[in-house]
């Protein structure tokens, strides 16, 4: 027998029987894992799009990979076919945050974990993980203050003066910094990026600011909200 008759036997007497049995606890049990897993998610994650209906995604990301792994483990020849597969199917999910891709990546390690039939680790990993996952949000530090745009407009007389504006929103803000500045005839513009510890310094710096002027527009705007 030569060495291509060789390599093509042990290509198709390679297929071990898959126990169901088996196959079913673990599924079950990396369905509950990546449950858990999206609770943590949706309790401690950072990310600004829906956590909620993200979070759905990793219990079907997790069984799924537990399946393609337990199939494609026990032939060679379906691993082969598994990344010529891959090779052609591309997918362009639009990662938004790197937190998500995190928990992708937790989600996909618990389904090869339970693929491989590493119960015992896989668990111990998740254990330690979440372990970690709520102690670092436990104990992270609270932002004391927010970060904002602070926009402020006029357009009629009198127009206000830089130093005036400048002078008002240092006595109320922790920190300032102007960004943009505009002024001509018709029209004053200045753009600051401002720290805050409370939301009555913002009203403290608008009414500052409409003691100058009646008709001048303040706008507060960041993407992660005001509170």
Sequence with gaps: MNK???FQNFLTNQSPEISLLSFGINLIFAAFLSFLLALLYEKFGQALSNRKSFSKNLVFLTMTTMLVITIVKSSLALSLGLVGALSIVRFRAAIKEPEELVYLF??????????????????????IISTM??????YKKTDD???????IVCESSPKLELTQVIKI??????????????????????????????????????????????????TYSENKGIF
Aim: glycine fraction near 6%; hydrophobic fraction near 45%; proline fraction near 0%.
């Design 106 to 127: 937790l989600a996909i390690s618990i389904g090869l974990g339970f693929g491989a039939n590493q119960v015992g680790t896989t668990v111990l990993a998740f254990g």
């Design 133 to 138: 996952i709520v102690l670092t949000n436990f």
């Design 4 to 6: 291509a008759e060789t």
């Design 169 to 218: 929103i240092n006595q109320n803000c922790s920190k300032v910094s102007l960004k943009r500045f505009d002024d001509h005839q018709e029209m004053f513009q200045a753009i600051f990026l401002v720290e805050i510890d409370s939301v009555e310094e913002l009203e403290r710096t608008r009414s500052g600011l409409r003691e100058i002027n009646d008709a001048v527009r303040v």
């Design 145 to 151: 203050y927010q970060n904002l745009h602070l926009t």
